[in-house]
T-cell receptor
Framework: AQSVTQLGSHVSVSEGALVLLRCNYS??????LFWYVQYPNQGLQLLLK??????LVKGINGFEAEFKKSETSFHLTKPSAHMSDAAEYFC?????????????FGTGTRLTIIP | EPEVTQTPSHQVTQMGQEVILRCVPI?????FYWYRQILGQKVEFLVS????????KSEIFDDQFSVERPDGSNFTLKIRSTKLEDSAMYFC????????????FGPGTRLLVL
């Protein structure tokens, strides 16, 4: 079974500071990993994904994530936080085989930006 | 840019009533999904659908739930007899090739069961 764990249900950073949202995964097969963002009262939007190509993945809005197999991690970072980054962030893992395409989400991290 | 759409955006129903949530996936997508998010909790998988069949379902997706693609465009989730605990945001998603591919999510339907 695949799972992800997000450490920290709430993270607050000052505007302009580094954003670091943590995600660790568990998977018996090479995982496909995703970060989604959810703005208030909206659906889920893909930020970036890892699908076994480059270990450093760049996404939208200046976010990036690094896949580290040795640490089973896929942490999300952004060098300089902007007020518009305030949202809920979900890490997710999926399989590849037929019948195992679902996304399994972490519990989410609510990011607050302090002016 | 193509989007997944869902109707209605909000639905209020009485316990025991049937509800049908509707989704229009992106037109060239072949895999369809339903997820739900109870207020304040994580997003949970309900069911995946491919080639007019359920390919996977979770423990949540019991006999009270069913899915259908009635006309090659819509993808529906039916809850036969709603319970209070079915109150949640329901998201539809779709993608082209299933596992490992980006799933595109609709805006959700907020269901409130009284």
């Amino acid at each position: 079974a695949q799972s992800v764990t997000q450490l920290g249900s709430h993270v607050s950073v000052s505007e302009g500071a580094l954003v670091l949202l943590r995600c660790n995964y568990s998977s018996s097969v090479p995982p496909y990993l995703f970060w989604y963002v959810q703005y208030p009262n909206q659906g889920l939007q893909l930020l970036l994904k890892y699908t076994s190509a480059a270990t450093l993945v760049k996404g939208i809005n200046g976010f990036e994530a690094e896949f580290k197999k040795s640490e089973t991690s896929f942490h999300l970072t952004k060098p300089s936080a902007h007020m518009s980054d305030a949202a809920e962030y979900f890490c997710a893992v999926s399989g590849l085989d037929f019948g195992n395409e679902k996304l399994t989400f972490g519990t989410g991290t609510r990011l607050t930006i302090i002016p | 840019e193509p989007e997944v759409t869902q109707t209605p955006s909000h639905q209020v129903t009485q316990m025991g009533q049937e509800v049908i949530l509707r989704c229009v996936p992106i037109s060239n997508h072949l895999y369809f999904y339903w997820y739900r998010q109870i207020l304040g909790q994580k997003v949970e998988f309900l069911v995946s659908f491919y080639n007019n069949e359920i390919s996977e379902k979770s423990e949540i997706f019991d006999d009270q739930f069913s899915v259908e693609r009635p006309d090659g465009s819509n993808f529906t989730l039916k809850i036969r007899s709603t319970k209070l605990e079915d109150s949640a945001m329901y998201f539809c998603a779709s993608n082209i090739r299933g596992g490992g591919e980006t799933q595109y999510f609709g805006p959700g339907t907020r269901l409130l069961v009284l």
